[in-house]
């Protein structure tokens, strides 16, 4: 089985920065994606951003060039590093790697709460 432990977030006042950090571990194939999803109260789970084993990144457009997304494939670990934090960003941040095509296996952390005070 594969295990995603979140860490970090919190509260922040708007305009502060705040870094998640998501450890993989298990049987984890290569290539793989990670990634970052939120989901505020009373919305759906939306991608925030998400990067390749390769290197490939993707950015919702709400946080291009805020958020930086990283990882490091030797420790199967994927990074977020949150800058100019606004309201909008509160939410429940989650963890999320997936791979193959048929079957693709998918698998989530167990959130982590970012609030950000206007």
């Known amino acids: 089985q594969v295990r995603l432990v979140e860490s970090g977030g919190g509260l922040v006042q708007a305009g502060g920065s705040l870094s998640l950090s998501c450890a993989a571990s298990g049987r984890i194939f290569s290539p793989n994606a990670m990634g970052w999803y939120r989901q505020a109260p009373g919305n759906q789970r939306e991608l925030v951003a998400s990067?390749?084993?390769?290197?490939?990144?993707t950015y919702t457009d709400s946080v291009k060039g805020r958020f930086t997304i990283s990882r490091d494939n030797a420790k199967n670990t994927v990074y977020l590093q949150m800058n100019s934090l606004k309201p909008e960003d509160t939410g429940v941040y989650y963890c999320?790697?997936?791979?193959?095509?048929?079957?693709?296996?998918?698998?989530w952390g167990q959130g982590t709460q970012v609030t950000v005070s206007s």
């Open positions: 999320k790697t997936e791979w193959g095509v048929q079957p693709r296996y998918i698998f």
């Open positions: 990067i390749t084993s390769d290197g490939s990144i």
